[in-house]
């Protein structure tokens, strides 16, 4: 089965450092996701990307968030100057055609900001 | 807004015993996922439910949508180890658009 791919697993960096978070989608997928996970906790919602923009955002994703789809095959979640809070599981996702299709997670990075 | 709840938070059962996690929504949806995550992973779509009443089962899971549409529950049929992991349900947004996740359910199996 096609997979989302993310890079780094890890990121560790200090407060207030930007961190870039890649992730590669499905080829032939048009709808693309930031999810967070902060440990144990649920899946929370951060960002909806399709046709190169935003289509929504949560509370979460703030003026230090950022994404873009540089080259047509990467999305990048972009924190410009990270806060210990940040530290969380980042998620990738997927969607082929609808936005009420099935989601196809990433592997995930681990960011620890210390 | 939408809030999406699930119970229990955890449940630890033996091996070979029943477990049942319930989701339920503030508003009606339009459709329903369950996803599960099994520890250190990432969520993996399990099922998908659309109508009203709807009953669905894959093997030993048994998922149902509440005639309401504001409600679900999975049900797993004789627990085995390998369902050790967090399970979430998930419905649409106020706008459609994107997937908001319960909480989870944290299965924990002894052998």
């Known amino acids: 089965e096609p997979e989302v791919t993310q890079t780094p697993s890890h990121q560790v960096t200090q407060m207030g450092q930007e961190v870039i978070l890649r992730c590669v989608p499905i080829s032939n997928h048009l709808y693309f996701y930031w999810y967070r996970q902060i440990l144990g906790q649920k899946v929370e919602f951060l960002v909806s990307?399709?046709?190169?923009?935003?289509?929504?955002k949560s509370e979460i994703f703030d003026d230090q968030f950022s994404v873009e789809r540089p080259d047509g095959s990467n999305f990048t979640l972009k924190i410009r100057s990270t806060k210990l809070e940040d530290s969380a599981m980042y998620f990738c996702?997927?969607?082929?055609?609808?936005?009420?299709?099935?989601?196809?997670f990433g592997s995930g990075t681990q960011l620890s900001v210390l | 807004g939408q809030q999406v709840m699930q119970i229990p938070q955890y449940q630890h059962v033996q091996e070979g015993e029943d477990f049942t996690t319930y989701c339920n929504s503030s508003t009606t949806l339009s459709n329903i996922q369950w996803y599960k995550q099994r520890p250190g992973g990432h969520p993996v779509f399990l099922i998908q439910?659309?109508?009203?009443?709807e009953v669905k089962k894959q093997k030993r899971l048994t998922f149902q949508f509440g005639e309401a549409k504001k409600n679900s529950s999975l049900h797993i049929t004789a627990t085995q180890t390998t369902d050790v992991g967090t399970y979430f349900c998930?419905?649409?947004?106020?706008?459609?658009?994107?997937?908001?996740f319960g909480p989870g359910t944290r299965l924990s199996v002894l052998p």
């Open positions: 990307f399709y046709n190169n923009e935003i289509s929504e």
């Open positions: 996702a997927s969607v082929l055609v609808a936005r009420n299709e099935k989601l196809f």
């Open positions: 439910l659309v109508k009203s009443g």
């Open positions: 998930a419905g649409p947004d106020n706008y459609g658009q994107n997937f908001v």
